[in-house]
């Protein structure tokens, strides 16, 4: 809402883009469990088709298009992110193909970090190229790559903040410069750090995207995907998400606005836990190396601590000594974190990476550490 603009991230996680509603004064945005709308006319219906199809405020038709619990995540977001505008989707891989297919086509070319997520590469790698778009990877981190692989057809660099599973952090406004000098957009998948943590439209990207299943709903319950950006991007955005039908459904929206009420506060928890027990393992002499933006032993530690005020997040990846064997015996025997994939839930998750080099990548949750760390002691027993 209007009125929050101005307001701190916590003051605007819980207000923004919600108000009492207007038939009820119902405290909390409704699930509104719809289709369809009806209209009193059919001059009115005319015009609700118009307003409808070119997205104005407030205007619904059929809820694929728009459904006012959606919309009020979708206002929400948008304050979030320091966005002109935001739309909502299934889930974070609707969020990922829609940002690139709205910016993409055949015959352009992309630049994206190599070390991404599965599905996204799946993306880059198979689908984009089969469409006819080209993609090359590139260490986002080191600015002479990207630069010296721009083609007069780029039109897109692409990358994840932090990067998954290395949690590389990639200098955003030497990226940004780059890009805008060649007429090239940024997109920017912030899942890892969400956006009490970092934003990287305030860093000059053109759009930022979220598997808004990880922090932004926070607690496991539904799958979701955000993208924002300025009005021109989010309605090409808008355009495909209409029409390829990769719209949320407005029970996950309502979990969504519920869970990112509260995304100040995991995060500071969930970066304290993960800080702790980066410093922890890297004093294990089980453990090979750990990664985490917080520790001075990661690369891009001095760039974490100017670009992540709030916190370094709650992802931490780490080696243990040995092989296959050493990781599985540590991650079977810890006894709170499950071992599931995903990430960004209250609780700590565990992730054996036996395809990334038997990494173990955890999502720290908002635990008691003491807990935590306890049951860590008694797996590294086991080892
Ligand atoms: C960085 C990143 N982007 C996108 C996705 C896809 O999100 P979803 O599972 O909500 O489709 C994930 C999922 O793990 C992810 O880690």
Redesign the pocket.
């Known amino acids: 809402m209007e009125k929050y603009g101005q307001m701190k991230f916590g003051t605007r996680s819980i207000k923004a883009g919600e108000a009492p509603d207007h038939a009820t004064k119902a405290l909390n945005t409704p699930i509104y469990l719809s289709s369809t709308y009806a209209f009193d006319s059919t001059r009115e219906f005319e015009a609700g088709i118009v307003d409808a199809m070119s997205w104005q405020p407030g205007a619904c038709l059929y809820s694929r298009t728009t459904n006012p619990t959606t919309m009020a995540l979708e206002r929400k977001i948008a304050s979030l992110e320091g966005a002109e505008d935001a739309v909502i989707t299934a889930?974070?891989?609707?969020a990922?193909n829609l940002s690139l297919l709205s910016n993409l086509n055949a015959g352009d070319h992309c630049i994206a970090s190599s070390d991404i997520?599965i599905?996204?590469r799946t993306s880059l790698d198979d689908i984009l190229p089969s469409k006819g778009i080209e993609v090359t990877k590139v260490n986002i981190i080191d600015g002479a790559d990207i630069e010296k692989n721009l083609r007069p057809n780029t039109k897109v660099i692409y990358l994840?903040q932090l990067s998954?599973p290395r949690l590389e952090l990639a200098d955003l406004s030497d990226i940004c410069r780059i890009a805008h000098k060649n007429n090239v957009k940024v997109i920017v998948?912030n899942?890892?750090l969400s956006p009490y943590l970092l934003r990287p439209l305030e860093y000059g990207a053109d759009m930022v995207l979220h598997?808004?299943?990880?922090y932004i709903v926070g607690h496991g319950d539904a799958?979701?995907?955000t993208v924002a950006g300025s009005k021109e991007l989010m309605d090409s955005v808008r355009y495909y998400n209409d029409n390829l039908g990769t719209h949320i459904s407005p029970f996950n929206s309502w979990l969504a606005l519920r869970g990112v009420h509260t995304l100040h506060l995991r995060l500071k928890a969930q970066s304290e836990n993960a800080l702790a027990i980066a410093k922890y393992l890297e004093a294990r002499p089980e453990v090979e190396y750990v990664f985490y933006p917080g520790l001075a032993s990661h690369p891009q530690h001095q760039l974490a601590q100017k670009m992540l005020p709030n916190g370094f997040g709650g992802m931490v990846s780490f080696h243990l000594k040995g092989g296959y064997e050493e990781m599985a015996a540590f991650v079977d025997s810890v006894s709170i974190p499950p071992i599931a994939t995903?990430?960004g839930d209250v609780q700590t998750l565990i992730h054996p990476k036996q395809h990334d080099g038997n990494l173990i990548r955890l999502s720290v949750g908002c635990e008691d550490i003491e807990d935590l760390l306890k049951d860590f002691d008694q797996a590294f027993s086991k080892i």
């Open positions: 889930c974070g891989m609707a990922v997520f599905c996204t994840e998954n998948d899942t890892f598997s808004g299943t990880k799958l979701c995907g995903s990430l």
